[in-house]
């Protein structure tokens, strides 16, 4: 039970009629599990007390699993969801590298059903806090490194595009759009133009909402008339990606990524079953983060010209060396295009590549 007042003699008076109350009706409140918390920029401490208990004025208090500070900052709750959202993904890949058979799809499902919903929990709360709920993007981009076995400092927006899941962040925007859709629909029609009116402040709730939709590129107007949560749901994601889309063309790390990668599904060799040695070398192929002197060479800030192969070869050790031309992989280039004539084929045409 929580009692709420905008003034301490407010509280004190809720306080004694509380006790009063459970003295007619025969209850007991336990002291010990009863806090104050007072709402602040600054911190003031009070003496509280109900039937002679002094009560503990309290910092921070979990209130129904959401964690309130006294300055109502949400720094608190959000460490608490991470350090909980990332024990839940230590146990998905714990059970993907042993009963779940390194497959990628039922750890892709349980991660949806049971990390997104963890951290989503409250939302409608603390989401409007931007700044806050960026540093959760880190536990679904550090959950799909680890599950595609890549190194760090893998691109967020790349792996949304080969799984094909939105940013956390989007689904925590989503929940607080569809919130004030539901009051719109719920209430007053003109209530969100109420809301507007009103906002005269940047941290108002209209401003809060204008900022949100202008994020996804909606209008007021769009948002007022868009005709399911469903169709609100496609228009944010479907901006969410374009976003990914727009950093991965301008992306140095993975100049190939975006020539045979043009959509945001979940890539089919994820969902076919292959022995996960050969997943992984695929995956860090296509995400350009196979072992090579030039890759290794621009984290290390070696000179271009100086990120030589051991074979000898008078220029830069990249993927399209060891892919098409250095000799050191000959027979295995052989043994594989050999399998497949058409491939064959087109490796003596001459490839044109882009870095
Ligand atoms: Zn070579």
Redesign the pocket.
């Known amino acids: 039970m929580a009692l709420l007042s905008l003034v301490p003699v407010g509280l004190k008076k809720l306080m004694r009629r509380l006790h009063e109350l459970c003295v007619i009706e025969g209850l007991k409140i336990n002291y010990k599990k009863t806090k104050v918390l007072v709402f602040g920029r600054r911190y003031v401490n009070h003496r509280w007390s109900m039937d002679n208990h002094q009560l503990e004025q309290t910092r921070v208090f979990k209130y129904l699993g959401v964690i309130f500070s006294d300055t109502l900052s949400w720094k608190t709750h959000l460490q608490y969801t991470k350090q909980s959202a990332i024990k839940t993904v230590g146990a998905i890949l714990k059970f993907h590298r042993s009963t779940g058979g390194n497959l990628v799809t039922p750890a892709l499902k349980i991660f949806e059903a049971k990390v997104i919903p963890q951290v989503l929990y409250g939302a409608l709360i603390w989401g409007w806090d931007t700044k806050a709920i960026s540093s959760l993007e880190t536990i679904q981009t550090d959950f799909l490194r680890r599950l595609l076995n890549l190194p760090p400092g893998t691109s967020s927006a790349m792996l949304r595009a080969e799984t094909g899941l939105p940013p956390l962040t989007t689904h925590i925007h989503l929940a607080l759009l569809r919130f004030m859709r539901s009051t719109v629909h719920l209430q007053n029609k003109d209530l969100l133009n109420l809301y507007l009116t009103h906002s005269s402040t940047q941290k108002s709730w209209g401003a809060r909402l204008e900022n949100l939709l202008h994020r996804y590129h909606l209008t007021i107007h769009q948002f007022n008339t868009i005709g399911s949560d469903k169709k609100l749901r496609e228009a944010v994601i479907h901006h969410s990606q374009y976003l990914d889309r727009l950093y991965l063309l301008n992306s140095r790390s993975a100049p190939w990524y975006w020539r045979f990668k043009t959509d945001h599904s979940r890539s089919p060799y994820l969902t076919t079953y292959m022995p996960s040695n050969l997943r992984f070398a695929f995956t860090s192929l296509r995400f350009f983060s196979l072992p090579n002197a030039e890759r290794e060479g621009r984290i290390a800030k070696v000179p271009k010209e100086q990120r030589y192969?051991i074979?000898g070869?008078q220029g830069v050790?990249d993927l399209p060396?060891i892919l098409l031309d250095?000799?050191?992989y000959h027979n295995p280039r052989m043994n594989l295009t050999s399998r497949w004539p058409d491939l064959n084929e087109s490796a003596q045409l001459p490839i044109k590549y882009y870095s």
Do not use: G, K, R, S
């Open positions: 192969c074979c070869y050790e060396h250095c000799p050191i």
